[in-house]
């Protein structure tokens, strides 16, 4: 899908600005491939950059949910209207008061190790290891959930302290993954040899991770959904350059692109080609929003007039149309124009160098005095061009600026630990502001050991 909205926010608090739900999701397919749904073969297709893990309830970066969810599952699932539908659990039911949430799950379901899925491993799944590992949920499962037990062998129920209606949308597979208790009960999660051969009930088994080179997974011949997957193998291939993916596209070596997996720039190109299909949907749960964290807890960036210049010297409209190639549109706001509660009538900060300058001034900060390293992302050319413009508009105003290299798995272990000066990311808002926004911006959420929590560090100034 080619949906890159580039979003651009006017919080100094922990974004400068933010830029983009990226998503050219899926699909850039040619027909006759997996729109046909033809029985076996394989199908090739990206992952960028290369995931740090495979377990999405240790990590939740794109990549890294990107070929987990073909391993793993939730409870439920969501229709592009956001209503939740049928996953492992078959039904459900919610009390008048909104306090009890009673699952029934599916029958016959299995491990890919043969082993019987059962109300055991959702308890443990969501009451000891996603309440350890898995930073964004164990934020609502501490605050909301009063306990939680199995009824029997294929029955749920899980009370809230309070009423807290985005509830029932937690249940995907980035959110709560169920995790198999007899592979992980008693040990270190973070360091269960399972990590590395991930075990889920998925319709696509974990076969081979050449690092580097590619990810495959197998079919599942024991899914418990009858008659699927349609496909004998999923291949994604690692490559590092964005021209040699795209033009392993173009040759057929891959099938299928997503949002992210090739330069904007070439996007136009590829979907003119002969037999491929091009869609923008898919991305309705996530909605994601790029943002640029600054780190406060230092100079200079710890000082509010100087975040507010940041926020001036930055043209959004320039970054959305030359940067990204128009695919995309500046935020107003921190929650995207596609999910509850948006609203256009946000103030924005204009472009504004004289201002920008004026606000350094202001600040009594000497900025030149303290260098500036710029985090990259390892998302690609466009970040990296987004990179380069922050640099050189940083330097009209004083900074001094110099941008490091790192892959998805050491931008996520130095944001995680606050060893940034300034980084750009994007994250999910996940159909509600209070699962995909709030924990970005309280104060309950500033946290080590996560990329995902509040990671800009000071609360909020006024004015600021």
Known sequence: MNRFTMRL???????????????????????????AQTKGGTLSGIVQPEPPILVSAMNSQAPTQYVAGKIYQGLLTYSPDLKPQPELAKSWTISPDGLTYTFELQKGVKWHDGKPFTSADVVFS???????????????????????????????????KEPFPPFISMFETGTMPMMPKHLYEGTDYRNNPAN?????????????????????????????????????????????DSASRAVAFEKGDVQVLRGGDVDNVDVKRLRALPNVE???????????????????????????????????????????????????????????????????????????????RELVKASGVDVGKYPVKILSTSYGANWDRLDEYVKQMLEQIGFKVSIESADAGTWSARVSNWEF????????????????????????????????????????????
């Not at 590992?133 to 029997?152: D, E, G």
Request: charged letters at 20%; a positive charge.
């Open 9 to 35: 926010t006017k919080s100094v608090l922990s974004m400068a600005f933010a830029a983009a739900g990226l998503a050219l999701l899926p699909l850039a397919l040619p027909t006759g491939h997996a729109m």
């Open 278 to 356: 091009y869609t923008t949907k898919g991305w309705e749960l996530f909605s994601p929003m790029a943002s640029m964290l600054l780190n406060e807890r230092k100079p200079p960036f710890d000082n509010v007039k100087v975040r507010q210049a940041v926020m001036h010297v930055l043209n959004r409209k320039m970054i959305v149309n030359n940067i990204f190639f128009g695919m995309g549109k500046p935020a107003v706001s921190p929650f995207s124009s596609t999910t509850l509660f948006f609203d256009k009538n946000m103030p924005e900060y204009d472009f504004n160098l004289k201002k920008a």
């Open 196 to 240: 590395q051969k991930p075990v889920g009930t998925g319709p696509f088994m974990f076969k081979e991770w050449k690092k580097g080179a590619y990810i495959k997974l197998a079919k599942n011949p024991n899914y418990w959904k009858a008659g699927k997957p349609y496909l004998d193998e999923l291949v994604f291939y690692v490559i590092p």
């Open 126 to 160: 969501i009451d000891k290891l996603l309440r350890d590992v898995h930073v964004r949920t164990r934020a609502v499962i501490n605050k909301y959930m009063a306990s939680i037990r199995a009824v029997n062998d294929s029955t749920v129920e899980i009370k809230l």
């Open 421 to 464: 000066d300034l980084t750009t990311t994007y994250t999910y808002q996940y159909g509600d502001p209070a699962l995909g926004v709030e924990r970005l911006y309280v104060t309950r959420n500033i946290v080590k050991g996560t990329p995902f929590a509040k990671r800009a560090g000071l609360q909020q100034s006024e004015g600021g």
